[in-house]
């Protein structure tokens, strides 16, 4: 009896051992691994900022050229229906000036 109770005493010394350092490694653990959670969430919202920044220079650079575009168009569409040519032109000048004017129309 007095050797089962000493193995009992043993054995709780046993698992009592390294008991404290394991725990506070696991807490160390548990700790890294959320840690390590939250910068890949941040990370990936930094990457998200880069998208939206690029996708928003990109539209403002559009709305950019629209802007030109549409005073573009509104300038060439004045030659076009107000422009007068005056004198006697050869056919070829006037054809050349319509199509530059067309073309930057339809640019």
Same mark, same amino acid.
């Given at each position: 009896m007095v050797l089962l109770e000493a193995f009992g005493l043993a054995?709780?010394?046993? *698992?009592?051992y390294n008991r404290e350092n394991f725990q506070f490694d696991n807490e160390q653990r548990i700790s890294r691994d959320v840690q390590k959670y939250k910068m890949q969430v941040e990370r990936f919202e930094l990457f998200r900022e880069d998208i939206e920044d690029l996708v928003?220079?990109?539209v403002?650079?559009?709305d950019m050229y629209h802007l030109v575009s549409a005073?573009?168009?509104g300038f060439t569409t &004045? =030659? *076009?229906t107000e422009g007068r040519i005056w004198g006697a &032109?050869?056919? &070829?000048y =006037?054809?050349?000036y319509f199509m530059t004017i067309g073309c930057g129309w339809l640019y």
């Amino acid at each position: 009896m007095v050797l089962l109770e000493a193995f009992g005493l043993a054995s709780a010394e046993l *698992f009592q051992y390294n008991r404290e350092n394991f725990q506070f490694d696991n807490e160390q653990r548990i700790s890294r691994d959320v840690q390590k959670y939250k910068m890949q969430v941040e990370r990936f919202e930094l990457f998200r900022e880069d998208i939206e920044d690029l996708v928003k220079l990109t539209v403002d650079k559009m709305d950019m050229y629209h802007l030109v575009s549409a005073v573009v168009l509104g300038f060439t569409t &004045s =030659i *076009f229906t107000e422009g007068r040519i005056w004198g006697a &032109s050869p056919p &070829s000048y =006037i054809a050349t000036y319509f199509m530059t004017i067309g073309c930057g129309w339809l640019y």
